[in-house]
């Protein structure tokens, strides 16, 4: 059987895939997995996980476009320079008239 | 060459990366089997020579120190054998084909280690050599290959310190023990300058092509001479080479590696094949009942 390894390498961080072992069952392969990815504790914890359990997900299509959803769909730059104009311009009228 | 082959070349060649899954040419995917395949059987036989000293090392810690590279390149063969039998040839038929002569392993493990100063130079020199091919393998443009190259060289480095620290005690040692270290040096010169492989150009090169390998041979073995050389001269000792010097344009010149004694060896010629072959399939055959009453007993 192939088992899964993930690999936390400090406490606190992500569990990242670090590779895959060949053992008859899963308590072979905890002793795999921890000789091969913790003999020099250079790991926090790892997750062992059968490999048929892994469900690998492809393709993300996006037909319709959703920019709305995504910080690239935003561009201020225009809109900021507009709003900052008219702001300015409201003031310097408003500067005039308590002129007169 | 069809449309699907001709985008897949150029997806490499760009520095794309392939996954395990992915759509590949019957090629490329023999091309990798054949070469990553020859890398898990080094690393495997590649600890007959060190294995033979473990309990000949002069002290407890060179005993256990030795024993922990010798367990980390056996783990390095069962990281290949995975990558290899995730593409198709399961790990059994790897060791059988082994063992029977028909796939090859490299050369500098077909010769024997007649010293504890031949130990030294192993792991100090040809480890240096080793971890120059597979820190370039870091971009090979197979993604799981490539991954498990970080774990593998990080492990590389502590056998080169060791064997570092095994030549300067013994170049600090006696005139006895420095002599053992020089004559190991002669004997390992040859083998080290064929160990990367002739100059074949990268364009010429067919793993180059795949960017299974991205290094030329002459550029590999010109950056060892360049990071050894000068460690070795320093040390006082010599390299059994009149013609080896560094030109001004910072090339290594040297004589003329012997690629007849590599073709030979690697064919399964060397002075070491057959008792090491031997060695392994001796094991294989022993073992196998532990293998079956693991997997019975699992099933
Ligand atoms: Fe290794
Ligand atoms: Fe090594």
């Known amino acids: ?100 | 060459m069809d449309a699907r082959t001709q985008e897949f070349v150029e997806y490499v060649q760009g520095g794309g990366q392939v996954e395990t899954g992915d759509w590949m040419p019957d090629e490329y995917r023999a091309k990798l089997i054949k070469f990553i395949e020859m890398h898990g059987n080094s690393e495997l036989m590649g600890v007959l020579p060190e294995r033979e000293w473990i309990l000949r090392a002069p002290t407890l810690q060179r005993k256990l120190a030795l024993t922990a590279k010798v367990q980390d390149e056996v783990g390095h063969s069962q990281l290949i054998y995975r990558v290899v039998e995730d593409l198709g040839k399961p790990r059994s038929q790897c060791l059988q084909d082994l063992v029977d002569g028909r796939s090859k392993f490299h050369n500098v493990f077909h010769y024997p280690t007649k010293t504890w100063g031949d130990v030294g130079v192993i792991a100090w020199l040809v480890d240096a050599a080793a971890i120059i091919s597979q820190k370039a393998l870091l971009k090979c443009s197979y993604a799981p290959y490539a991954r498990i190259m970080k774990k593998i060289c990080w492990e590389e480095s502590f056998h080169i310190l060791h064997g570092r620290d095994v030549i300067l005690t013994l170049m600090n040692g006696k005139d006895e023990q420095r002599a053992l270290v020089q004559e190991a040096v002669d004997r390992w010169w040859g083998p080290l300058m064929t160990f990367h492989g002739t100059a074949i150009p990268a364009d010429e090169d067919p793993m180059v092509f795949w960017r299974i390998k991205s290094q030329g041979n002459e550029e590999a073995r010109q950056q060892f001479l360049d990071g050894y050389v000068p460690q070795i001269w320093e040390l006082g000792l010599t390299v059994p080479d009149q013609e080896l010097r560094k030109n001004d344009d910072g090339v290594w010149e040297y004589s003329e590696p012997d690629w007849d004694e590599l073709k030979r060896v690697v064919t399964g010629h060397g002075p070491m094949t057959a008792e090491r072959l031997e060695f392994r399939r001796r094991f294989l055959e022993q073992e196998a009942w532990v293998r079956e009453v693991v997997l019975t007993e699992a099933a």
């Open chain 1, 1 to 100: 059987m192939i088992f899964e390894v993930f690999r936390q390498e400090r406490r606190g961080q992500a569990f990242a895939h670090a590779g895959s072992i060949d053992a008859p069952d899963l308590e072979f392969a905890e002793a795999w997995a921890r000789e091969q990815y913790g003999r020099r504790q250079e790991s926090e914890a790892l997750w062992v996980v059968p490999r048929e359990a892994v469900r690998e997900v492809h393709d993300f299509p996006d037909e319709l476009s959703k920019t709305y959803h995504r910080v690239d769909g935003y561009s201020l730059k225009a809109k900021l320079k507009e709003a900052r104009e008219r702001a300015q311009t409201a003031e310097s009228a408003g500067a005039l008239s308590a002129d007169g």
